[in-house]
Each structure stands twice: as C-alpha cells, then as structure tokens.
T-cell receptor, first 108, second 113 residues
Framework: KQEVTQIPAALSVPEGENLVLNCSFTDSAIYNLQWFRQDPGKGLTSLLLIQSSQREQTSGRLNASLDKSSGRSTLYIAASQPGDSATYLCAVDYKLSFGAGTTVTVRA | NAGVTQTPKFQVLKTGQSMTLQCAQDMNHEYMSWYRQDPGMGLRLIHYSVGAGITDQGEVPNGYNVSRSTTEDFPLRLLSAAPSQTSVYFC????????????FGPGTRLTVT
C-alpha cells in the first residue's frame, strides 16, 4: 500500500521568502504525482502534474521536482505572497494516495 | 464548461437515514472517483469508476454504494448514515489513463447526528 508523507505539517514564512514543501512516498513504481492547493472550506485546485518519466514541471512561480528512485517530490514556490497561504497536498497515481498536506502561512 | 459539480453543498442527516450525493462533469472524462476528507487523515478514496457501467472499491468503501449509468454522472449513496460518515466528500474526474490530471469538485459537507 502506497504511503505518502508530507513534512512539515505547517510552515510560516515572511512575504518574499521562497517556500520548499516536501512529499515522500514509499512505492517508487508510480505513474504520476500531482500537487494541489486547498483553501479553507474549499475544494482542491490542481497546481502541477509530473509524469513518472519527467524530473520536474514548472508553472509561473511554482516548480515541482520528482525523484522516483528516492521516493521524493519537492514543490518550490518562489517569492511567496500572502495569497499563497493555503494547504498544499501531494497525491500519487490515478487512484490518488494523498499526503496529509502542509499548511502554509505567508506573513505580510 | 462547469467542470465538476457537486450537490448539495451542505447536508445534515440523522443516524439511519439514507441519501445520495450528486456528482456531474461536463468534460467527457471517463474516470471519476469519490473521496472523503477528515481532519488529520487527509483524503481517502471511497469508490471509483473507469467508465460507464464499471465501478470499483477504494480504500474506505464500507457504507457507500455507487453506480455509473452515464459518462457524466457518478452519484454516491449512503444507505444508512452513521456518525462516522460525518466528513467532507469530494468528487474528481480525469480522462482515462494513468497520466492525466485530475479535477475536483467543490465538495459536500455532511454531518450525521
């Protein structure tokens, strides 16, 4: 059974600092990994999808890397803004095994 | 496109009552799924479907039924609600295959008293 872990559970940074969010998974035989954002009381918004053959994906200030051999993915958010405050979730494969998320607070 | 829609947004049930959570998508996605989200436990897969007429169980299927008669709709039925089913329920969809991005609905917040 795939286990997905996200550390830390919570993170608070001043505005402008770069964010580094970690996701680890136990079974490296994955097809893809997806990063989501969830605002309080809302649904999940897809940020980036990395296929197993890819090492990274970029969208604007967001960059996600994938290292299947070590079972790790990292989401980088450059020059954080207060609007980036949310919970970030990673999930593996089409039946989506989710981590518990990292709650980010960006202080103005 | 409306994307993935869910109704109702909120629901309160008494123990033993039954109800159906509705999920629809207008993107012609073959794959649809239901998750529940509980504090401290993340999202867990309840049931999923890879196409009309085909459904399968996820990690936590007990107490829930699904059917998929059309590509667009994937309702989730609670046969006899229990307090342990108090949760936020999300529906998701994607094109068929292992590599495609999944899209989520806004969720249904269910309370069972």
């Amino acid at each position: 059974k795939q286990e997905v872990t996200q550390i830390p559970a919570a993170l608070s940074v001043p505005e402008g600092e770069n964010l580094v969010l970690n996701c680890s998974f136990t079974d490296s035989a994955i097809y893809n990994l997806q990063w989501f954002r969830q605002d309080p009381g809302k649904g999940l918004t897809s940020l980036l999808l990395i296929q197993s053959s890819q090492r990274e994906q970029t969208s604007g200030r967001l960059n996600a890397s994938l290292d299947k051999s070590s079972g790790r993915s990292t989401l980088y958010i450059a020059a954080s803004q207060p609007g980036d405050s949310a919970t970030y979730l990673c999930a593996v494969d089409y039946k989506l095994s989710f981590g518990a998320g990292t709650t980010v607070t960006v202080r103005a | 496109n409306a994307g993935v829609t869910q109704t109702p947004k909120f629901q309160v049930l008494k123990t033993g009552q039954s109800m159906t959570l509705q999920c629809a998508q207008d993107m012609n996605h073959e794959y649809m799924s239901w998750y529940r989200q509980d504090p401290g436990m993340g999202l867990r897969l309840i049931h999923y479907s890879v196409g009309a007429g085909i459904t399968d169980q996820g990690e936590v299927p007990n107490g829930y039924n699904v059917s998929r008669s059309t590509t667009e709709d994937f309702p989730l039925r609670l046969l006899s609600a229990a307090p342990s089913q108090t949760s936020v329920y999300f529906c998701a969809s994607s094109t068929k295959g292992r590599y495609y991005e999944q899209y989520f609905g806004p969720g249904t917040r269910l309370t069972v008293t």
